[in-house]
Nanobody, 114 residues
C-alpha cells in the first residue's frame, strides 16, 4: 500500500503562484510514476502532469510553460509548481502514484479568483 498526503492548495489571485506537495509513504519502492490530476466542478478528472521514477515528465498541453512537476526522492515527495494561474485552473488537485495499483491522495482545493 501507498499513502499520499497533499498540501499547498488555497486561494490565489489570477497571475499568482502556488506550489503543491505530495508526500508518499508505505510501499515506496513499488512506485514507478507519480503526478497530478485535477477535477473542476461538473467536469471529468484530467491529467495535469506526471513524472516517472527516472525523472521523465509529461504535461497536459494547457499547463506547459506554466506548471512544473518535480520530485525529491530523499523526501519521497512530488511537487507541482503552478505559475501564471488562471481562473480556469480552479479545481481540486489530486496526487496519484502508480505502484502495484493506482493510489490517490485526498485532494487539495485550488481556487484562482480576484
Amino acid at each position: 500500500q501507498v499513502q499520499l498526503v497533499e498540501s499547498g492548495g488555497g486561494l490565489v489571485q489570477p497571475g499568482g503562484s502556488l506550489r503543491l506537495s505530495c508526500a508518499a509513504s508505505g510501499s515506496i519502492s513499488s512506485i514507478t510514476a507519480m503526478g497530478w490530476y485535477r477535477q473542476a466542478p461538473g467536469k471529468q478528472r484530467d491529467l495535469v502532469a506526471a513524472i516517472t521514477s527516472g525523472g521523465r515528465t509529461n504535461y497536459a498541453d494547457s499547463m506547459k510553460g506554466r506548471f512544473t512537476i518535480s520530485r525529491d526522492n530523499a523526501k519521497n515527495t512530488v511537487y507541482l509548481q503552478m505559475n501564471s494561474l488562471k481562473p480556469e485552473d480552479t479545481a481540486v488537485y489530486y496526487c496519484y502514484a502508480v505502484g502495484y495499483m493506482m493510489y490517490w491522495g485526498q485532494g487539495t482545493q485550488v481556487t484562482v479568483s480576484s
